[in-house]
């Protein structure tokens, strides 16, 4: 049955309204009620009762399922003859395909020109046409607009639509009857566009406003976080690439609007604690979620770590498991870090024989997990170091044992520019390379990327330094360094305004300074 109120502007929405449009919906056409599950070994770790709602176990991977199905089967005959078309580099895209196909509509699919093919392909196998245009979503967005416009399509939002987030609420009807929770409750929710925590907080506050409902974002794409600050929508950027689901620039006007008014609280997290709740899924699940997928289990964790929180029945919802086989071993290089089990460290030790020894005898039984050294003809060497962790606390505790010992020690831990691309470098000192300046691009994965990059540079300033490494998503990550004379500061600056990727420059990074200077 179509819903009869078609036409709601942002702010008109309540709860109610979406617990109605929820409790009417159409999704199970396509999508399934998916189980919860329960976490033994995290939940004894956080000493709190820990489930997983499993919406990777939908038939696409992803909950965006239930919101695109909703929307699509709620169509008029003649908006069903016309067809559909939205843009989306990912999950939403694959929702559009299979609700498309499950009713025998139409669809066109733009996407980013950088999306993976196992996304591209997994789309057409479902009878859509994709369009590849731009670099980005906001490229692709821009262009599915302008053919919607010319051929008469109906928009399908990934999350800015009454009826594509109440569908994403039938999570909450679904939470409901599965969890019996005797004591409190908190549920966490990913957050990009703000779609499914919009739909779950909603039916959650309509028919059991004692449980909190807490959204999740990732510290470098906290688009909903900023706006809320600001108490209005903002527009981030750049935004983070790792947890590329939830990569959105600006955030909707009704899933603002409502998660302002009922969502509880906020938690932000960063990449290695996302690639931790990876493996801490997986050891539970043996289950392997994309970074969104594990978003809220990160955002549990450091809810619990902060607030002290013991004794509840937590619930993260587990949104999608699309991730690209290639991109977990990044994700496994992290994961211990995000755990706080190790420690990577810069140290000064002796440039002469035996120093290498006494340091691993003040490091003493803890596993070295690398070790990264070049010889340099001067008294002091620079080594890289990876320790592993018995506990959290054990990081500030061996850094100090080795000041103490007399060494001169640098926590790069926290270091990105140090994790993703001087690890792999160290050793490698130019004295040469006079005035140089490093930046860190980031570039579109896509064959002709760097050869625009070098095209564009054209042989004016001369690369010193160069770093690329695939880490398996749509955005590699290049270190690159230029030797730029002080007479060319302004044609410079004039270049990287045009370069036409985002740039930001690293000169005084301390672990380039230590090792690559």
Partial sequence: MTQVMRDWKPGE????????????????????????????????????????????????????????????????????????????????????????????????????????????????????EVVLFGDSFSDAETHAFALQAQLGLTFVHPYDDPLVLAGQGTVALELLRQVEAPGPMTVFVPVGGGGLIAGVACVLKALRPDIR??????????????????????????????????????????????????????????????????????????????????????????????????????????????VNFDRLRHVAERAEIGEQREAIFAVTIPERPGAFRE???????????????????????????????????????????????????LDLTDDELAKVHVRHMVGGRAPEAAHERVFSFTFPERPGALLAFLTHLHGRWNISLFHYRNHGSAHGRVMAGLQVPPEDEASFAAFLLGVGYPAVEVTVNPAYRLFLT
């Fill in 213 to 322: 409902v807490v959204g999740v974002e990732p510290d470098d794409s906290d688009a909903m976080f900023q706006s809320l600050q600001a108490g209005e929508r903002v527009r981030l950027d750049t935004v983070g690439i790792f947890v590329d689901g939830v990569a959105v620039k600006q955030v909707g006007a009704f899933t603002f609007d409502l998660t302002r008014r009922y969502v509880d609280d906020w938690v932000r997290v960063t990449t290695d604690e996302v690639c931790a709740a990876i493996k801490d899924v997986f050891d539970d699940t043996r289950a392997v979620m994309e970074p969104a997928g594990a978003l809220a289990v990160a955002g549990l964790k450091r809810f619990v770590a902060e607030r002290g929180v013991q004794g509840e029945t937590l619930v993260a919802l587990t949104c999608g498991a699309n």
């Fill in 359 to 409: 340091f691993i005898e003040v490091v003493g039984a803890r596993a070295i997990t690398e070790f990264n050294y070049r010889f340099a003809p001067r008294a002091q060497a620079q080594i890289f170091v990876g320790v592993q962790l018995a506990a959290p606390g054990e990081r500030v505790a061996l850094r100090e044992d080795l000041t103490r010992r007399g060494y001169a020690v």
């Fill in 13 to 128: 929405l309540d709860a109610m309204d979406v617990l109605r449009l929820a409790l009417t919906s159409r999704v199970y056409g396509a999508a399934v009620e998916t189980p919860v599950s329960e976490t033994p070994r995290l939940s004894a770790r956080m000493n709190n009762r820990v489930l997983l709602k499993r919406e990777d176990q939908q038939p696409i991977f992803s909950f965006k399922l239930r919101g695109a199905y909703n929307k699509m089967a709620q169509l008029s005959a003649e908006e069903r003859a016309r067809g559909v078309i939205c843009a989306s580099a990912g999950n939403h895209a694959q929702g559009v395909a299979f609700a498309a196909q499950a009713l025998g509509v139409r669809a066109v699919i733009v996407m980013p020109a950088t999306t993976p093919e196992i996304k591209v392909g997994a789309c057409r196998a479902r009878g859509a």
